[in-house]
Nanobody, 115 residues
Framework: QVQLVESGGGLVQPGGSLRLSCAAS????????MGWYRQAPGKQRELVAI???????NYADSVKGRFTISRDNAKKTVYLQMNSLKPEDTAVYYC?????????WGQGTQVTVSS
């Protein structure tokens, strides 16, 4: 089973940048498609970005051109570079596999975009 720990969240002003990290352990990380998800207050959790084991990426329309997902298989880590942040990006961000089990979510990391 893959163990995942998110980090890098915090408070940032609109237009700012943040880099999230997701450290994995306990499995051969490279075989999994990995994604970043977020959940804002009162809203459903949504997929933000995904990267396959082969490096193919896809993004939610709301973050295209602003966010970049990447992975370092040697470090068993997936990243989310977040640029040009907007208040509507405020949410708890989670990493997980591309098709996560319903009981597999960790604590996430809080991203708050506010003046």
């Amino acid at each position: 089973q893959v163990q995942l720990v998110e980090s890098g969240g915090g408070l940032v002003q609109p237009g700012g940048s943040l880099r999230l990290s997701c450290a994995a352990s306990g499995s051969i990380f490279s075989i999994y498609a990995m994604g970043w998800y977020r959940q804002a207050p009162g809203k459903q959790r949504e997929l933000v970005a995904i990267i396959t084991g082969g490096g193919t990426t896809n993004y939610a329309d709301s973050v295209k051109g602003r966010f970049t997902i990447s992975r370092d298989n040697a470090k068993k880590t997936v990243y989310l570079q977040m640029n040009s942040l907007k208040p509507e990006d405020t949410a708890v961000y989670y990493c997980n596999k591309g098709s996560p089990a319903t009981n597999s979510w960790g604590q996430g990391t809080q991203v708050t975009v506010s003046s």
